[in-house]
């Protein structure tokens, strides 16, 4: 008897154990989202690309590439300028060069400054800053490099610490190179025979004889014609509004290719005040 109550005890027993929740309880971590340039996975394994952002190339068309370009290019700016300030023109292509790398310096191509120039008080034109002296100086900028020249030859007439070197004739370049140390236009103490050492290389002494003479019949209007003691004479034409490359080229004879070709042009555009070749 007491047998079969031990029996019946443990089978209830067992059946009740049985009839209970059969649910299973799982304890999960929950994962954390996959997270990629701040975008979650959405059960995706692709990655999003990401396109990387263009940095805008400089234009270099208009940019000479070699020094004895630069001199051609100019040399008529600074013969016209000569007759017009007294300046040699030997001196100012020399602190073109110099001064701007032959166009080529970060200055000249982002602000079309060949003579270093600053702002100094009463500039009113445009500027951008550049590291010389001292870190991030002012410094002026022009709409085209023709602009700069014309500024270097009025930077120079209008500061009193430059008259004495208007006494001076327009053929003593070693005069004016060494009046321009001496006057503060440059801390370099080797400024002078830097200037004169180009001078010599590149023959800049010719343009200091170089004759100017500016046609004011109709048909050659606004153009210059430049006759050095070699009889070489070339004819230059200034850009005035309205211009074209086209509309140039049909009113002197010419062709849109050999004007770019004379003027190392790479595009159509050109500017107003502009100095362009019309004939070698």
């Known amino acids: 008897m007491k047998l079969r109550f031990i029996l019946w005890s443990v089978t209830a027993i067992v059946l009740l154990s049985s009839c209970g929740s059969k649910k299973q309880v799982i304890n999960r971590t929950p994962q954390k989202p996959v997270v990629v340039d701040d975008h979650e996975v959405d059960g995706s394994t692709e990655i999003p690309k990401v396109t990387p952002t263009k940095k805008k190339k400089r234009t270099t068309a208009s940019i000479v590439k070699t020094t004895q370009d630069y ?3 100019f040399a008529p700016i600074a013969v016209r ?3 017009k300030y007294k300046i040699p023109a030997s001196i100012t292509l020399a602190q073109g060069i110099l001064e701007s790398g032959s166009g080529r310096s970060n200055l000249a191509i982002r602000s079309n400054n060949h003579f270093g120039i600053k702002c100094h008080r009463g500039w009113k034109g445009k500027s951008v800053t550049h590291d ?3 870190i991030a100086e002012c410094f002026r900028k022009y ?6 020249y014309e500024d270097h030859s009025k930077f120079l007439t209008s500061r009193k610490r430059y008259s004495k070197l208007f006494k001076l004739r327009t053929t003593d370049y070693k005069g004016w190179a060494y009046g321009l140390k ?5 801390t370099d103490k080797k400024y002078p025979q830097k200037l004169i ?3 010599k290389k590149y023959d800049l002494t010719k343009y200091d004889r170089e004759k100017y003479k500016k046609e004011t019949s109709k048909e050659t209007e606004n153009t210059t014609v430049v006759t050095s003691d070699d009889t070489n004479t ?3 034409y200034k850009v005035i509004k309205g211009d074209t490359l086209y509309s140039i080229a049909r009113k002197f004879k010419t062709s849109v290719k050999d004007l770019k070709q004379l003027n190392g042009l790479k595009g159509n555009t050109i500017s107003i005040g502009q100095q362009l070749v019309l004939k070698r």
């Open 71 to 73: 001199v051609e290019k």
């Open 81 to 83: 300028e000569m007759h």
């Open 132 to 134: 010389d002296d001292r």
């Open 143 to 148: 709409v085209h490099p023709e602009r700069s």
């Open 182 to 186: 001496r006057a503060g236009y440059a």
């Open 197 to 199: 050492a180009l001078i």
């Open 234 to 236: 070339r004819f230059y």
